[in-house]
């Protein structure tokens, strides 16, 4: 079955540094997401990316972050200059279509970013 | 804007009992609502989802919800818990985006 893959598993970086965050998104899919779970919180949504550009971003989502989709199979989320509170575990999803009619978003395994 | 609210923050069962974890939503038209489980250090995995088909959803591993407009809820159900099922339960309502609730975590006890 095929399936979202995220890399790497679990980053640790220092304040002020760049991440870039993986994602293979699943191989027939158009749209894609980045969401966030800050440890003991809710899972919150940070972009949705469709058709090479950005369709929807969150406040969250401030110009410290960025995303890429920089070939045919990757899916990339750059946090410019990471700062303590960007320490949370990052989602990667992919939907074959968007919309309220329920298109399923699948889940990647998710990548822990701890920022010391 | 759409919302979903989890009333418990935790739930625990015994093996072989009912499962119950209550949610209610928030929307101006008619919802795709769903739930997703997350265990220890894994990913999120759909379990059910309403589209406004019918009301009483069945989804993987025995677990069902019925989608009441009335109560504007979304309950999921299971009828006789297992240690596997201990987890975390994340209600969801979809704006496009997803909009998570803030999770239940069910414990089962033997």
């Known amino acids: 079955e095929p399936e979202v893959t995220q890399t790497p598993s679990h980053q640790v970086t220092q304040m002020g540094q760049e991440v870039i965050l993986r994602c293979v998104p699943i191989?027939?899919?158009?749209?894609f997401y980045w969401y966030r779970q800050i440890l003991g919180q809710k899972v919150e949504f940070l972009v949705s990316f469709y058709n090479n550009e950005i369709s929807e971003k969150s406040e969250i989502f401030d110009d410290q972050f960025s995303v890429e989709r920089p070939d045919g199979s990757n899916f990339t989320l750059k946090i410019r200059s990471t700062k303590l509170e960007d320490s949370a575990m990052y989602f990667c999803?992919?939907?074959?279509?968007?919309?309220?009619?329920?298109?399923?978003?699948?889940f990647g395994p998710g990548t822990r970013l701890t920022v010391t | 804007a759409q919302s979903v609210t989890q009333l418990d923050s935790h739930v625990s069962v015994s093996e072989g009992t009912p499962v119950l974890l209550r949610c209610n939503y928030s929307?101006?038209?008619?919802?795709?609502l769903f739930w997703y489980v997350q265990h220890p250090n894994k990913g999120l995995q759909l379990l059910l989802k309403y589209t406004s088909a019918a009301t009483l959803v069945k989804g993987i591993n025995g677990f069902e919800a019925e989608f009441k407009k009335s109560e504007t809820s979304f309950h999921l159900t299971k009828p006789s818990a297992h240690m596997s099922d201990a987890a975390e339960y994340f209600c969801?309502?979809?704006?496009?985006?997803?909009?998570f609730g803030t999770g239940t975590r069910l414990q089962v006890f033997p």
């Open positions: 969801v309502v979809s704006e496009y985006k997803l909009i």
């Open positions: 929307s101006s038209y008619s919802p795709s």
């Open positions: 999803a992919s939907s074959e279509a968007s919309g309220r009619e329920s298109y399923e978003q699948y």
């Open positions: 191989s027939n899919h158009l749209y």
